[in-house]
């Protein structure tokens, strides 16, 4: 007969970040983080607990899939802008704790997330920001304002 | 589309209206959103899921409400 533990713990939730020596390339774990997926009004949402991160998808894996691609992808903006995962590394608040594990959902599941990114970074990009946010106003437009 | 859902662009708009800087990586089908320190890639489809709203709102710090009524935030009336 299975006798299931009562009380386990699960291992706590790690993230590490290694450069090589030209600082060149980075590399990145994730581990133990948890992820809860609950149904959103016909779509799928995952939610990580440990890091403040989240994915839509309109069935589970597309949710997973969009996890697992859009974290590595905010990784390596971070690595590329800051140089460092420091201000990705943030819990997710009290009340989306509260929410997604008290909530009473129809389906919900949830899963541990582990994943290990090599990320290759030109040193020149490190320090700068996309221009997108830019607003160019011509001249004229501007003294009308 | 669910009944809290909005259509990316109308998200995109009501965000970059927020100060939000959105780029976009076109080969990998991610939107890259900045405001502040706050960096965030995503995999979106055409509609944004209520959910997805709210975090939006709670992350980049935009009122829920100019997400399903975005007329209240065109330029030069309203501020985030």
């Known amino acids: ?13 790690m993230a590490f970040h290694g450069e090589s020596k030209d600082g060149k390339l980075s590399i990145v774990g994730i581990g133990n983080l948890r992820v809860v997926i609950v149904q959103d009004d016909g779509s799928w949402f995952a939610q990580g607990l440990e890091i403040d991160y989240a994915s839509q998808g309109e069935t589970i894996e597309d949710a997973k899939k969009h996890f697992e691609n ?10 590329r802008i800051f140089g460092s995962i ?3 590394l943030k819990v997710a608040p009290g009340e989306v704790w509260n929410d997604l594990l008290m909530g009473n959902f129809s389906k919900s599941r949830h899963f541990q997330y582990y994943q290990v990114s090599v990320h290759k970074l030109s040193k020149g990009l490190q ?3 996309p221009f997108e946010g830019i607003q160019y106003i011509e001249p004229k437009k501007a003294a009308a304002c | 589309m669910g009944t809290g859902d909005v259509e990316l662009d109308v998200v995109i708009k009501i ?9 976009r990586q076109t080969e990998k089908n991610l939107i890259i ?6 960096i965030e890639v995503h995999e979106l489809g055409l509609a944004v899921s209520r959910r997805m709203i709210q975090r939006f709102s709670r992350k980049f710090n ?8 975005p007329d209240q935030i065109l330029p030069g009336k309203t501020t985030c």
Do not use: W
Request: aromatic share 8%; charged share 20%; net charge neutral.
């Open chain 1, 1 to 13: 007969m299975a006798v299931k533990k009562q009380g386990a713990k699960t291992a706590p939730a």
């Open chain 1, 70 to 79: 859009g974290l590595t992808a905010t990784v390596h903006e971070h690595l």
């Open chain 1, 86 to 88: 420091e201000k990705l």
């Open chain 1, 127 to 129: 320090t700068s920001l």
């Open chain 2, 15 to 23: 965000l970059q209206a927020c100060n939000v800087a959105i780029s």
């Open chain 2, 33 to 38: 959103f900045e405001k502040d320190e706050i």
């Open chain 2, 62 to 69: 935009v009122p829920i409400h100019y997400f399903y009524n």
